[in-house]
């Protein structure tokens, strides 16, 4: 029994040691954050979170997540400039930006460096599956 516990704790600190991907959502709607928190918390994923632009690029800068998810229309700083931020703080970051406030701020969203773009509403699933994409 002893080396079946000893095994289990072996393989216990094994899983630990391989971080979950770290992704950031900014959004000014909390109950979107909400939304997408519980969605990529129950796929494993390590959430922090910003309601707007400015504080959004200071937690990048501290925490360097995996991914982020900025929103568009903002106050403090738009998604538009946060993109445009983080890329100057790493050029590879992998950025996914949605919008609710119309269609003509996606293409400009790809043009700063979104990785990829997305009209609000949308399901947190189909979202998912693109973070899946772009960090594996």
């Known amino acids: 029994?002893?080396?079946?516990?000893?095994?289990?704790?072996?393989?216990?600190?094994?899983?630990?040691?391989?971080?979950?991907?770290?992704?950031?959502?900014?959004?000014?709607?909390?109950?979107?954050?909400?939304?997408?928190?519980?969605?990529f918390e129950a796929a494993g994923f390590d959430v922090i979170e910003a309601p707007d632009g400015r504080k959004g690029v200071d937690l990048?800068?501290?925490?360097?997540?995996?991914?982020?998810?900025?929103?568009?229309?903002?106050?403090?700083?738009?998604?538009?400039?946060v993109i445009s931020e983080i890329r100057q703080i790493q050029a590879d970051a992998k950025i996914v930006a949605v919008t609710g406030a119309g269609l003509h701020h996606l293409p400009v969203a790809h043009e700063l460096g979104a990785d990829r773009i997305f009209e609000k509403p949308l399901r947190p699933r189909d979202l998912l599956a693109a973070v899946n994409e772009l960090i594996s």
Do not use: C, W
């Not at 216990?12 to 954050?33: F, G, T, W, Y």
């Not at 991914?67 to 738009?78: A, F, G, Q, R, S």
């Open 60 to 81: 990048f800068t501290s925490d360097r997540p995996d991914l982020i998810i900025t929103d568009i229309e903002m106050p403090e700083l738009d998604g538009h400039s």
């Open 1 to 39: 029994l002893e080396s079946a516990s000893g095994e289990v704790g072996h393989l216990l600190q094994s899983a630990q040691k391989e971080p979950m991907p770290k992704v950031l959502i900014i959004d000014v709607h909390a109950n979107v954050r909400l939304v997408y928190r519980e969605a």
